[in-house]
């Protein structure tokens, strides 16, 4: 496959570190990229996949470390360098003009642009460009009305018509069909042919068994390993990726479930780019149980939490809660009836970040009638009761007169899981409740947790971190693709087989898989 | 070669705040004193005369805070909306439907006794103001269509139906454009204070009420939070959309008062000119004033006393017209741009 080799790398990125506000992105993680390889870079999300890809193509710069490209050592200023020199990334997000052409697309912002533009000689040169990797696109049509697998084409045609030596595309199959991602990955095999160096960006092994002649694998920041395709298997990257397998330390007391607190039945739900998220999930969940969902992020989850809570609308299929219909139930209703919810994104849902923090401890309260004064409401009550929780659950903050947004990550978490369990409600659903929080405060909220599941009320718990899914749940559930792929009590698969099962490998598939090594 | 460099900030002090404010303020007076200077007219003179016309005599004071009146309901109008994250930019148009639904009554409708005739004056005058604001509501609620282009465009829409009317059916004897002379029944009563009337009491009662709305109620909570983050109301299980309408209505009902208390307070008539841009400049108020209720009342009035002042030097100092509108603009423009330093470090950096 790699015809032309030379002897010196393409990329070549050493002991590269980046930070956001104190956490550590990147540690120390070494790169390389070989003329006319296909090189995937593996990992969950938040692995730091796409920083360190951004650090190559000068959107950031790292802290520490350096970049050489074609032996030469870099040092951008400005994000439109990288690709002067050769360097191009097809983002997840598309940065085509939907109004015009995919022509006029192709031309715009070329460096070989005059002010008057020869099209036709540039139409000529796209078009051998076309017919050498086999593209179809028409080139007069408008790139908004395109669907997306066309769309995602036109982006990769731009950076060849910018001759570039190294093409980054990041996770570019979760927007297509599997015929699409298929002749995506022939065309890149195409490129490499050529002697481009191509990184590809994923979290899915069937695609890196297909196209990547090497692999690196990247968890929480830090490089794994890097590995030949031929010298690895599956197993061996489901385990780099998710990590070591660690004892859980929680105590679980056996305590008396109620079945069927909530049933899903063949549930339908879009993402919120309009393609379907949760394919025909149907489950029970009881009462005194905790039911942890695994998987890769992206895969549904958190539409599904969404779809529960009322987030977001169900296409087909049925919610029931204590037997009663919630399908069509806005929030304030599943709020008065005893769904709770503590959102992933904490600060865009889980408060109104520029509201202040007592303003935002009532936010599910203050309609009570506890809390009304005539026909207004009695604010002097509602910050007692706010001061009441920062008290009990330990927040700690200089005054509840404070914006939400300035919180640290472990005290606005506080924050919302003391309002929720306040409020105490049947059903409480958590999506990474830990995430990016310090071990004492993960201490807190796991510990909230499982007392929420020994009180007796449901809970599903929305976790990538396996230590969690596996310390707290009473049973687990690995999705992929918008559907379980295995549903089983906790202890039944090792983490290895749950790794494979979240790269879409079924129950019986994935314990194959293992036994037959 | 040096290029510009912003650095996000995490958050503004209200001190800060203040002081990027009143410099952006700062600089569209230096602005306009160019503009002024490159009339002709020393700036510092043009500055002085504005100050003693608006609040250098009785006469200056109340003609300033007559002009106040309108400022004070379509800036409140404007504050109601951007409260919740809404650009009412039709204020204009709100202000002379709502002017003209009431003038309507006045011309069809029977002489009630002065309370009466009043209560129903204002109530149209509202009800016409929220009427037209709900239409860009509805187009934003039902069909995602952006506000501002929306409330901007039926501002022409309800200026020309009030056209429509005074050019016909409700022309003047004297065949020009305006209605005949209101009854003693439909004007508002003088406070005892040049033209100053007892719209300004109307105004400064609304003040209260919203403040009390905006900070002490389950509404003025929904529609804060809704302003907050929408994603965040939804969870907390608000009612976006319909908090949204409501907020337009009340934002429309506060214009149309503005028109009303125009035609019943100082013109006794329906004419073009019952506004000189109100809906526009009370945007600006909006703006300066950040949506606290109180601080718009200070805000209506400094701008009244440009207006009021950019009068006096068309007269005194043949100055263009246009001087009031370019200063009141010079300072949108300040205050626009000063957002970019409440937000952003700017830094100078060494580029190649």
């Given at each position: 496959?790699?015809?032309?080799?030379?002897?010196?790398?393409?990329?070549?990125?050493?002991?590269?570190?980046?930070?956001f506000?104190?956490?550590?992105?990147?540690?120390?993680?070494d790169?390389?990229l070989?003329?006319?390889e296909?090189?995937a870079?593996?990992?969950?999300?938040?692995?730091?996949?796409?920083?360190l890809?951004n650090?190559?193509?000068?959107?950031?710069?790292?802290?520490?470390?350096?970049?050489?490209?074609?032996?030469?050592?870099?040092?951008?200023?400005?994000p439109g360098?990288?690709?002067?020199?050769?360097?191009?990334?097809?983002?997840?997000?598309?940065?085509?003009?939907?109004?015009?052409?995919?022509l006029?697309?192709?031309?715009?912002?070329?460096?070989?642009?005059?002010?008057?533009?020869?099209?036709?000689?540039k139409?000529?040169?796209?078009k051998?460009?076309?017919?050498?990797?086999?593209f179809q696109?028409?080139?007069?049509a408008?790139?908004?009305?395109l669907?997306?697998?066309?769309?995602?084409?036109v982006?990769?045609?731009?950076?060849?018509?910018?001759?570039?030596?190294?093409?980054?595309?990041?996770?570019?199959?979760?927007?297509?069909?599997?015929q699409?991602?298929?002749?995506?990955?022939?065309?890149?095999?195409?490129i490499?042919?050529?002697?481009?160096g191509?990184?590809?960006?994923?979290?899915?092994?069937?695609?890196?068994?297909?196209?990547?002649?090497?692999?690196t694998?990247?968890?929480?920041?830090?490089k794994?390993a890097?590995?030949?395709?031929?010298?690895?298997?599956?197993?061996?990257?489901?385990?780099?990726?998710?990590?070591?397998?660690?004892?859980?330390?929680?105590?679980r007391?056996?305590v008396?479930?109620?079945?069927?607190?909530?049933?899903?039945q063949k549930?339908?739900?879009?993402?919120?780019?309009?393609?379907l998220?949760?394919?025909?999930l149907?489950?029970?969940i009881a009462?005194?149980?905790?039911i942890?969902?695994?998987?890769?992020s992206?895969?549904?989850?958190?539409?599904?939490?969404?779809?529960?809570?009322?987030?977001?609308?169900?296409?087909?299929?049925?919610?029931?809660?204590k037997?009663d219909?919630?399908?069509?139930d806005?929030?304030?209703?599943r709020?008065?009836?005893g769904?709770s919810?503590?959102?992933?994104?904490?600060?865009?849902?889980?408060?109104?970040?520029n509201?202040?923090?007592?303003?935002?401890?009532?936010?599910?309260?203050?309609?009570l009638?506890?809390?009304?004064?005539?026909?207004l409401?009695?604010?002097?009550?509602?910050?007692?009761?706010?001061?009441?929780?920062?008290?009990?659950?330990?927040?700690?903050?200089?005054?509840?007169n404070?914006?939400?947004?300035l919180?640290?990550?472990?005290?606005?978490?506080?924050?919302?899981?003391?309002?929720?369990m306040?409020r105490?409600?049947?059903?409480?659903?958590f999506?990474y409740?830990?995430?990016?929080?310090?071990?004492?405060?993960?201490?807190f909220?796991?510990?909230?947790?499982?007392?929420?599941?020994?009180?007796?009320?449901?809970?599903?718990?929305?976790?990538?971190?396996?230590?969690?899914?596996f310390?707290?749940?009473?049973?687990?559930?690995v999705?992929?693709?918008g559907?379980?792929?295995g549903?089983?009590?906790?202890?039944?698969?090792?983490l290895?087989?749950?790794?494979?099962m979240m790269?879409?490998?079924?129950?019986?598939?994935?314990?194959?898989?293992?036994?037959?090594? | 070669m040096?290029k510009?460099?912003?650095?996000q900030?995490?958050?503004?002090?209200?001190?800060?705040?203040?002081?990027i404010?009143?410099?952006?303020i700062?600089?569209?007076?230096?602005?306009?004193?160019?503009?002024?200077?490159?009339?002709?007219?020393?700036?510092?003179?043009?500055?002085?005369?504005?100050?003693?016309?608006?609040l250098?005599?009785?006469?200056?004071?109340?003609?300033?805070?007559?002009?106040?009146?309108?400022?004070?309901?379509?800036?409140?109008?404007?504050?109601?909306?951007?409260?919740?994250?809404?650009?009412?930019?039709?204020?204009?148009?709100?202000?002379?439907?709502?002017?003209t639904?009431?003038?309507?009554?006045?011309?069809?409708g029977?002489?009630?006794?002065?309370?009466l005739?009043?209560?129903?004056?204002?109530i149209?005058?509202?009800?016409?103001?929220?009427?037209?604001?709900?239409?860009?509501?509805?187009?934003?609620?039902?069909?995602?269509?952006n506000?501002?282009?929306?409330?901007?465009l039926?501002?022409?829409v309800?200026?020309?139906?009030?056209?429509?009317?005074?050019?016909g059916?409700?022309?003047?004897?004297?065949?020009?454009?305006?209605?005949?002379?209101?009854?003693?029944?439909?004007?508002?009563?003088?406070?005892?204070?040049?033209?100053?009337?007892?719209?300004?009491i109307?105004?400064?009662?609304?003040?209260?009420?919203?403040?009390?709305l905006?900070y002490?109620?389950?509404?003025?909570?929904k529609m804060?939070?809704?302003?907050?983050?929408?994603?965040?109301?939804?969870?907390?299980?608000i009612?976006?959309?319909?908090?949204?309408f409501?907020?337009?209505?009340?934002?429309?009902?506060?214009a149309?008062?503005?028109?009303v208390?125009?035609?019943?307070?100082?013109?006794?008539?329906?004419?073009q000119?019952?506004s000189?841009?109100?809906g526009?400049?009370?945007i600006?108020?909006?703006?300066?004033?950040?949506?606290?209720?109180?601080i718009?009342?200070?805000?209506?009035?400094?701008?009244?006393?440009?207006?009021?002042g950019?009068?006096s030097?068309q007269?005194?100092?043949?100055?263009?017209?246009?001087?009031?509108?370019?200063?009141?603009?010079?300072?949108?423009?300040?205050?626009?741009?000063?957002?970019?330093?409440?937000?952003?470090?700017?830094?100078?950096?060494?580029?190649?």
């Open positions: 496959m790699t015809e032309i080799k030379n002897n010196s790398a393409l990329i070549l990125m050493k002991n590269i570190s980046k930070s506000f104190g956490n550590k992105v990147n540690t120390d993680v790169f390389t070989d003329a006319g296909i090189h870079l593996l990992g969950e999300n938040g692995a730091g996949k796409t920083t890809m650090m190559l193509t000068g959107v950031y710069f790292p802290d520490e470390g350096e970049i050489y490209f074609k032996g030469k050592k870099l040092n951008f200023k400005f360098e990288a690709l002067k020199i050769g360097i191009g990334m097809v983002h997840q997000r598309f940065s085509l003009v939907g109004n015009l052409t995919v006029e697309n192709l031309i715009l912002g070329h460096p070989d642009n005059k002010f008057v533009i020869n099209i036709p000689e139409k000529k040169l796209i051998t460009y076309m017919d050498q990797f086999n696109v028409d080139l007069n408008i790139v908004g009305e669907p997306i697998g066309l769309r995602q084409k982006e990769i045609l731009k950076m060849l018509v910018r001759e570039v030596d190294v093409l980054i595309v990041d996770e570019p199959t979760t927007v297509l069909t599997k699409e991602a298929d002749n995506l990955m022939e065309i890149l095999k195409s490499a042919k050529t002697g481009k191509i990184i590809f960006i994923t979290h899915k092994m069937s695609e890196v068994f297909n196209i990547a002649d090497k692999i694998v990247l968890r929480k920041g830090l794994i890097t590995v030949d395709k031929d010298e690895t298997n599956p197993r061996k990257l489901a385990k780099m990726m998710v990590g070591k397998e660690s004892e859980a330390t929680f105590e007391p056996k008396d479930t109620k079945p069927g607190v909530v049933k899903i549930l339908f739900v879009n993402s919120d780019k309009g393609v998220a949760v394919n025909d149907s489950f029970e009462g005194g149980e905790i942890g969902i695994a998987g890769v992206g895969n549904g989850q958190v539409e599904l939490a969404d779809a529960l809570t009322g987030n977001r609308d169900v296409i087909r299929g049925k919610i029931l809660f037997d219909d919630i399908t069509n806005p929030p304030v209703k709020i008065d009836k769904v919810y503590v959102p992933g994104d904490r600060i865009h849902v889980g408060v109104a970040g509201q202040s923090v007592w303003e935002n401890i009532i936010m599910k309260v203050y309609r009638p506890l809390f009304k004064k005539g026909l409401l009695n604010n002097k009550k509602l910050r007692e009761y706010a001061e009441k929780i920062i008290e009990k659950y330990n927040i700690f903050l200089p005054s509840i404070l914006p939400a947004l919180l640290s990550g472990g005290n606005l978490q506080k924050l919302i899981i003391g309002r929720e306040e105490d409600c049947d059903l409480y659903v999506v409740p830990t995430r990016g929080l310090d071990v004492g405060a993960t201490e909220v796991r510990n909230a947790i499982l007392q929420l599941r020994n009180q007796g009320k449901a809970v599903i718990l929305i976790s990538g971190d396996f230590d969690e899914i310390g707290l749940s009473d049973k687990i559930a999705m992929y693709e559907q379980f792929t549903i089983f009590n906790n202890g039944d698969h090792s290895e087989e749950i790794g494979l790269s879409g490998c079924t129950e019986e598939e994935a314990v194959k898989e293992m036994t037959d090594v | 040096y510009i460099k912003l650095e900030k995490e958050r503004v002090s209200k001190r800060e705040e203040l002081i404010t009143l410099s952006a700062g600089i569209a007076f230096v602005l306009s004193g160019i503009f002024i200077a490159l009339n002709g007219v020393n700036p510092f003179v043009a500055l002085w005369k504005v100050i003693t016309s608006a250098g005599s009785p006469y200056g004071i109340s003609e300033t805070l007559v002009k106040a009146i309108p400022l004070i309901f379509t800036g409140l109008a404007v504050a109601i909306a951007l409260n919740s994250k809404l650009w009412n930019i039709g204020a204009e148009g709100q202000l002379f439907f709502g002017a639904l009431a003038t309507a009554f006045i011309i069809y029977p002489v009630l006794s002065k309370p005739e009043l209560t129903v004056l204002v149209l005058g509202a009800l016409g103001g929220a009427l037209w604001a709900a239409i860009p509501a509805l187009l934003k609620i039902k069909f995602k269509m506000e501002v282009i929306s409330t901007l039926l501002n022409y309800a200026i020309n139906i009030a056209d429509y009317f005074l050019f059916h409700w022309k003047g004897k004297d065949n020009f454009p305006y209605t005949p002379e209101f009854p003693v029944e439909a004007r508002f009563d003088r406070i005892g204070f040049g033209r100053l009337h007892t719209g300004l109307l105004a400064l009662v609304l003040v209260v009420l919203l403040y009390i905006i002490h109620t389950k509404t003025g909570y804060r939070l809704t302003g907050s983050s929408l994603k965040a109301a939804k969870y907390a299980g009612n976006i959309k319909k908090t949204m409501m907020v337009f209505l009340m934002s429309g009902a506060l149309g008062l503005a028109g208390s125009q035609i019943c307070g100082i013109e006794y008539k329906l004419h000119h019952i000189t841009g109100y526009y400049t009370g600006i108020v909006a703006w300066l004033a950040r949506t606290n209720p109180f718009i009342v200070i805000f209506a009035i400094f701008l009244s006393i440009l207006l009021k950019a009068d030097l007269i005194a100092m043949r100055l263009p017209a246009a001087v009031g509108v370019v200063m009141q603009a010079l300072i949108l423009f300040a205050i626009l741009g000063s957002e970019l330093f409440k937000n952003y470090n700017v830094k100078l950096i060494r580029g190649k």
